[in-house]
């Protein structure tokens, strides 16, 4: 019974806090010779990253102090949809879109199908610093698309193999987590209820 209860407590201080990593920032605590990392953003012990994000990408990242609150949602066996806004150079058509939500041979794997849709820009979206490079006479688009894997550099790559070349690349949501429905600035944290998983 006791051991119940301290099980039971510790489940209740458990820990699960929504990140806004900046561009270039390194998804990771140790110190970097030329960039910065979370520890410049956020300073609470005990806590790790549970999934990565590239230099370039921006956007949601969960840390948690619990290991296998760390597995699940990190780990591609429980399939946590992931959803990416990607600026791309070029305006989609039907086709690019529907390649670019089916498998795709990428070489060394093959993408599982997923979720592709053009939009527009969202209105909560922040200005990147440095902003993207723009080309004069080549117009930009948005797509939001949801996976529920991630292999190194995935989106950019699919994009690349569609033709549109990602300029910009954001993690907006990770399961039921939403930079929409948490407004993060870059650099901002926010320590969340674990209820919902």
Same mark, same amino acid.
């Given at each position: 019974?006791?051991?119940?209860?301290?099980?039971?407590?510790?489940?209740?201080?458990?820990?699960?806090? &929504?990140?806004? %990593?900046?561009?270039?920032?390194?998804?990771?605590?140790?110190?970097?010779?030329?960039?910065?990392?979370? $520890?410049?953003?956020?300073?609470?012990?005990?806590? +790790?990253?549970?999934?990565?994000?590239?230099?370039?990408?921006?956007?949601?990242?969960?840390?948690?102090?619990?290991? %296998?609150?760390?597995?699940?949602?990190?780990?591609?066996?429980?399939?946590?949809? %992931?959803?990416?806004?990607?600026?791309? /150079?070029?305006?989609?058509?039907?086709?690019?879109?529907?390649?670019?939500?089916?498998?795709?041979?990428?070489?060394?794997?093959?993408?599982?199908?997923? !979720?592709?849709?053009?939009?527009?820009?969202?209105?909560?979206?922040?200005?990147?610093?440095?902003?993207? !490079?723009?080309?004069?006479?080549?117009?930009?688009?948005?797509?939001?698309?949801?996976?529920?894997?991630?292999?190194?550099?995935?989106?950019?790559?699919? *994009?690349?193999? $569609?033709?549109?070349? *990602? &300029?910009?690349?954001?993690?907006?949501?990770?399961?039921?987590?939403? &930079?929409?429905?948490?407004?993060?600035?870059?650099? /901002?944290?926010? /320590?969340?209820?674990?209820?919902? +998983?």
């Amino acid at each position: 019974m006791l051991a119940f209860l301290l099980i039971n407590n510790l489940s209740c201080v458990m820990k699960l806090i &929504l990140f806004n %990593k900046p561009f270039q920032v390194m998804s990771q605590f140790s110190a970097h010779e030329s960039r910065p990392t979370l $520890a410049n953003y956020i300073s609470v012990p005990g806590i +790790y990253p549970a999934g990565r994000l590239d230099a370039d990408s921006e956007g949601l990242m969960l840390l948690t102090d619990d290991g %296998k609150l760390q597995h699940q949602i990190s780990h591609p066996d429980h399939k946590e949809s %992931k959803t990416y806004l990607v600026q791309v /150079e070029g305006q989609p058509n039907q086709d690019q879109l529907r390649f670019l939500s089916e498998p795709i041979d990428l070489g060394d794997f093959v993408t599982q199908q997923c !979720r592709v849709q053009h939009i527009l820009e969202p209105e909560w979206l922040w200005p990147r610093n440095p902003p993207i !490079r723009i080309r004069l006479g080549i117009p930009t688009s948005w797509l939001a698309i949801t996976l529920k894997e991630g292999k190194n550099r995935q989106v950019r790559r699919m *994009t690349a193999a $569609a033709g549109l070349p *990602t &300029l910009r690349l954001i993690r907006s949501a990770i399961g039921p987590y939403s &930079l929409a429905t948490h407004p993060l600035m870059p650099g /901002e944290w926010l /320590e969340v209820n674990t209820a919902t +998983y």
